[in-house]
T-cell receptor, first 115, second 109 residues
Framework: DVKVTQSSRYLVKRTGEKVFLECVQD?????MFWYRQDPGLGLRLIYF???????EKGDIPEGYSVSREKKERFSLILESASTNQTSMYLC??????????????FGQGTRLTVV | RKEVEQDPGPFNVPEGATVAFNCTYS??????FFWYRQDCRKEPKLLMS???SGNEDGRFTAQLNRASQYISLLIRDSKLSDSATYLC??????????FGQGTTLQVKP
């Protein structure tokens, strides 16, 4: 019962390439997130979307952009990939409710290597 | 200062031990809190939500102290399969999920 799907598990791209990471959720969640996870730094929020066509910068948005044209799909774009963007990228979606009504699920992650 | 802070560990404990993790948060407007478990090279998975009165699920107990702004996770009777990284998460009033760095637990035979 897959809930959040990321388009690729492993990706290798060249420096300067434009890279698209796709994420789709089937739970009708309002919120979607993109994180990157690096050893010793934990999960850092890149961008966050709380509705279609709405987005908010996270802690480390530089070098990234996002697109949310449909509720179920949230794309992360690396405009010009650089080696310091080599990382594990995790997409998540969550409902809006508070406390016990809130649920958040992650995709399986995309391990991106920029060479 | 990070919005959510955890001791990264590692915590090395024998099977059967009781272990506790603490997590502090700086945003007093945070609405909800969670503990996630992440296995090596896998995505994080929800372990439990944290309610103001405390929440217990089998060997796991989570508590929230709003006055001191910390969340705790207690694991009793540790199993080898409990070895993982445990992530503390806060949900802000704007709907953002903010993660701590994670605490690594290694349960040894």
């Amino acid at each position: 019962d897959v809930k959040v799907t990321q388009s690729s598990r492993y990706l290798v791209k060249r420096t300067g390439e434009k890279v698209f990471l796709e994420c789709v959720q089937d739970m009708d969640h309002e919120n979607m997130f993109w994180y990157r996870q690096d050893p010793g730094l934990g999960l850092r929020l890149i961008y966050f979307s709380y509705d279609v066509k709405m987005k908010e910068k996270g802690d480390i948005p530089e070098g990234y952009s996002v697109s949310r044209e449909k509720k179920e799909r949230f794309s992360l774009i690396l405009e010009s990939a650089s080696t310091n963007q080599t990382s594990m990228y995790l997409c998540a979606s969550s409902s809006v409710g508070q406390g016990s009504n809130t649920e958040a699920f992650f995709g399986q992650g995309t391990r991106l290597t920029v060479v | 200062r990070k919005e959510v802070e955890q001791d990264p560990g590692p915590f090395n404990v024998p099977e059967g031990a009781t272990v506790a993790f603490n997590c502090t948060y700086s945003n007093s407007a945070s609405q909800s809190f969670f503990w996630y478990r992440q296995d090596c090279r896998k995505e994080p998975k929800l372990l439990m939500s944290v309610y103001s009165s405390g929440n217990e699920d089998g060997r796991f107990t989570a508590q929230l102290n709003r006055a001191s702004q910390y969340i705790s996770l207690l694991i009793r009777d540790s199993k080898l399969s409990d070895s993982a990284t445990y992530l503390c998460v806060s949900l802000s009033n704007t709907g953002k999920l903010i993660f701590g760095q994670g605490t690594t637990l290694q349960v040894k035979p």
